[in-house]
């Protein structure tokens, strides 16, 4: 993992997609590309107790998949290069599931990759980041009227921030 303090611009010599990608099979690099995605989405739906998101969940589910561009991790960087590496015209994946208990267990598995595979240092990043999209969709700013952004996450925004973060072995 590299380092830089904050608000420093990367070294130079700071690679786009690290050599160490190279570790992970097709399958389980794709499990990590896929994931903050279909964070993303399972996070925006509706469920019992929580709201419909909208677009603005949405983008702030988008602004913080690109903010791990800054990221001081190189695994988390080279996931934010390969999710938008996706969208180069190329046909779209098969469908993906993205029910609360097929993510949740997607996390565990990814977290299951990540102790086998990654630096400690990036393993955590990444978890934390794959969070941070979760929390930034809860935190997202309603319409006219509705909660206003600096009231506390409903008491099932928590509960499902919590069940995601055990999962991805964070609590």
């Given at each position: 993992m590299s380092h830089s303090v904050a608000g420093e611009p990367p070294s130079a010599g700071r690679r786009?997609?690290?050599?160490t990608t190279a570790v992970?099979?097709?399958a389980e690099w794709d499990l990590l590309v896929s994931l903050p995605g279909r964070v993303l989405v399972a996070t925006a739906a509706p469920d019992p107790g929580r709201p419909d998101r909208g677009v603005r969940a949405g983008?702030?589910?988008?602004d913080a998949v690109a903010a791990g561009r800054a990221s001081d991790?190189?695994?988390?960087?080279?996931?934010?290069?390969?999710i938008y590496a996706r969208h180069d015209g190329a046909s779209p994946p098969a469908e993906r599931r993205t029910d609360l208990v097929d993510v949740l267990a997607a996390c565990r598995t990814a977290g299951r990759v990540l102790g086998r595979r990654a630096d400690p240092a990036d393993s955590a990043a990444y978890r934390q980041w794959v969070q941070s999209v979760a929390a930034r969709?809860?935190?997202a700013v309603?319409?006219?009227g509705e909660r206003r952004a600096d009231?506390?996450?409903?008491?099932?925004?928590r509960r499902f921030l919590d069940r995601l973060g055990a999962a991805l072995g964070l609590g």
């Open positions: 786009a997609a690290p050599l992970y099979s097709a983008l702030a589910g988008l991790s190189d695994l988390v960087r080279a996931v934010v290069a390969a969709v809860c935190r309603p319409g006219p009231q506390p996450a409903t008491p099932a925004d």
